[in-house]
């Protein structure tokens, strides 16, 4: 890969600024530590958070899991890590595999057989553990908690010398540290011996040393520098003694606010395409928001980003993992994982005086409590009212009625090589009440099992179609895509009765092309798939994957968790399945569980189409259809004999509603 010259001179700068650290260690002047105090004023204090939140579900939640750490037992990634008695912060307890500490440089962090999967060394190094351990003590007055913090960053300091080490491998872990280190000073600093706090202040300074000079402007700007940005400017402000605490907190405000501009598309959505990496990057950008005082612009960008954030996760409160789970959080990241982003919603809610947003005062206790103190107005709604919306820059579609949510994916891979995106384009995701009936089955792996990630992001692994078992895009590399593929929206129309949308998706040589119809009066969803491309005979293959109980009620005819009907053409092939090879759903990343799939595969001459019927009325036993061949249009048919219609053209749409034997009558 070429590098501009620009690059290549911030490369050389930084790698003679790294070996001058490594040659001759920094240490904190004993003048700066002298004039340093906990609790941070920035910050609300801690006695005060910790009064309010022992009447609350969370003091035994808290303590619980803190509990848990003592034992060496860690919650990460959806799973439990269990550790030796003294903790080998270079090991990965998965593999057993343990790298040295040697200069970070020379950490080859990507290769499994000689360091383990990072991302669980990584995961436990970012020491939020440490900062629920600080919690519980505030809660609970502990000694216990507070002894724990003191040996593990004992070790870690031993483990772990300035510069070598995986450890030091990545900015963001780095920054991730010192923001649990920041943390961990302003909740118990005051009850810490004066000797061992001059240590972690001292790792403090080096932590920002080693931010400012390995800051990710080339290497990986996303997320990553955004993540080093807020935590090199969080160090700056709340620790002004530091002799370079001005220079880290004006770089790390201005690149914040670079990257907020460049990050954080017109539509309130975040670049990566992923809405995971997008709550992510709104928690950076809120700790940073409290820090430094927003100006209106900012506050603006932070509103459309948590109004995004409001429509994909409808009433039902649930993320939607489209794109990339890193299995991360900013602050707190314990508890169930695809409510994360209530915790996130509701300090957008606090900070910007926004109480419809926070739906339930327990969403402020993970997070805004801590990082805001008491909030004076809570909603107490039950969620939004549920609204069809288009996001233009991320190409997402929200059809919504009451508690039924459809999110259609029609739009662009990432930006570079795409790395957080999948290959799901024209996909659905479809919630009615608590019940996730269609899914995205989430990430799993990164880097750990090269078959497994392509399995996991791969267009069959995703409810779109799939042609001659090609992918949408070819991978390239764990982080990387080629030859994506061209995609448009050809129509969109919304009102009270229906939603319509038609987009089309082209690639290697195929043009698939997608209409979804959303007849709200009959909660009835019709799926047109139409592929034209090479001639000959070519398999398509439609692909659903269900988050609820299947059954099978006819040969094209599944009922989907407690009330939802699923049809499919009687003249293609329908397979129900779990396991294998895309029957998969992956809650958090290392962790997958068997779930329930429907293929349905044609072969044909091109142009062929593929089509499905979702009734979510629950009034129906037995549904089956059939597809109008002289234009767009299904008749939907049921065991009691109605019959309901829908036609769409390219000036009007028409639902009918009669019997099966033809006496059907136009209503709309």
């Given at each position: ?105 020379r950490i080859p962090y990507l290769d499994t057989t000689k360091v383990g999967d990072h991302k669980v060394i990584w995961e436990l190094n970012r020491h939020q553990h440490l900062v629920l351990l600080a919690q519980a003590h505030v809660l609970s007055e502990r000694q216990d908690f507070l002894s724990e913090i003191v040996r ?32 961990v000073y302003h909740l118990v600093g005051d009850r810490l011996d004066e000797a061992f706090c001059s240590r972690l202040l001292n790792g403090l300074y080096q932590h920002g040393l080693h931010l400012e000079t390995n800051l990710s402007f080339y290497f990986s700007p996303n997320t990553h ?444």
């Open positions: 890969m070429s590098r501009s010259p620009s690059e290549i001179h911030f490369r050389l700068r930084q790698e003679f600024s790294n070996l001058r650290l490594l040659a001759v260690p920094p240490h904190l002047p004993a003048s700066a530590i002298a004039g340093t105090h906990a609790p941070l004023s920035a910050l609300p204090l801690p006695a005060d958070t910790g009064s309010r939140l022992k009447t609350t579900p969370y003091y035994a939640e808290c303590l619980s899991i803190a509990q848990k750490i003592l034992a060496h037992r860690f919650p990460l990634l959806g799973a439990t890590l269990n550790t030796d008695q003294e903790i080998r912060w270079r090991r990965d307890y998965v593999s057993r595999v343990e790298s040295r500490a040697i200069y970070f440089r593990q960053l004992e070790t870690w300091f031993e483990q772990n010398p300035f510069q070598r080490g995986i450890n030091w491998s990545s900015a963001l872990e780095v920054a991730f540290r010192a923001l649990s280190w920041i943390w520098l955004l993540g080093e940005a807020v935590a090199l400017h969080a160090l700056g402000i709340l620790f002004p003694h530091f002799p370079a605490a001005n220079r880290w907190r004006e770089t790390g405000a201005r690149v914040v606010r670079n990257e907020l501009d460049r990050q954080v598309l017109e539509d309130g959505s975040h670049f990566e395409q992923s809405i995971y990496y997008h709550v992510y990057a709104l928690d950076m950008f809120l700790f940073h928001a409290i820090l430094k005082q927003p100006d209106d612009a900012f506050r603006d960008k932070l509103t459309g980003m948590a109004s995004f954030l409001e429509a994909v996760m409808g009433p039902s409160g649930v993320l939607p993992f489209l794109g990339d789970d890193d299995g991360g959080r900013l602050f707190h990241p314990y508890g169930t994982r695809n409510r994360f982003g209530l915790a996130t919603l509701a300090t957008c809610g606090a900070l910007l005086d926004r109480a419809d947003w926070i739906r339930d005062p327990c969403h402020l206790w993970e997070q805004a409590a801590w990082w805001i103190g008491p909030v004076g107005r809570v909603s107490g709604l039950d969620g939004p009212i549920p609204c069809s919306t288009r996001f233009a820059d991320s190409g997402l579609i929200v059809m919504a009625k009451d508690d039924v949510q459809l999110i259609a994916d029609a739009g662009p891979f990432g930006p570079g090589t795409a790395g957080h995106s999948h290959a799901d384009t024209l996909s659905l995701l479809l919630r009615q009440g608590d019940e996730q009936l269609l899914i995205d089955p989430g990430t799993y792996t990164y880097v750990a099992d090269p078959t497994w990630r392509n399995l996991f992001r791969g267009t069959a692994a995703h409810n779109t179609v799939r042609i001659d078992g090609l992918d949408q895009a070819i991978p390239g590399g764990p982080f990387a895509w080629k030859s994506r593929p061209e995609i448009k929206i050809l129509r969109w129309e919304s009102c009270a009765e229906w939603d319509l949308l038609s987009a089309a998706c082209s690639y290697g040589g195929f043009a698939h092309q997608r209409d979804i119809v959303f007849s709200k009066a009959d909660l009835l969803i019709v799926v047109l798939d139409r592929v034209d491309g090479v001639p000959g005979q070519h398999r398509i293959e439609q692909f659903w994957h269900f988050g609820a109980a299947v059954r099978q009620l006819s040969p094209d005819c599944f009922q989907v968790g407690t009330r939802a009907l699923v049809a499919f053409e009687p003249s293609a092939e329908t397979r129900l399945s779990d396991g294998g090879d895309y029957g998969w759903i992956s809650p958090a990343l290392g962790t997958k569980f068997r779930s329930p799939i429907v293929c349905v595969e044609r072969l044909a001459l091109l142009p062929a189409s593929l089509a499905a019927v979702i009734d979510l009325s629950g009034k129906s036993r037995i549904l089956r259809f059939r597809v109008h061949k002289d234009h767009c249009g299904i008749d939907c048919v049921y065991d009691n004999g109605g019959m309901v219609s829908m036609i769409w053209t390219d000036s009007k749409i028409q639902r009918m509603s009669g019997r099966a034997d033809g006496s059907a009558s136009i209503i709309s």
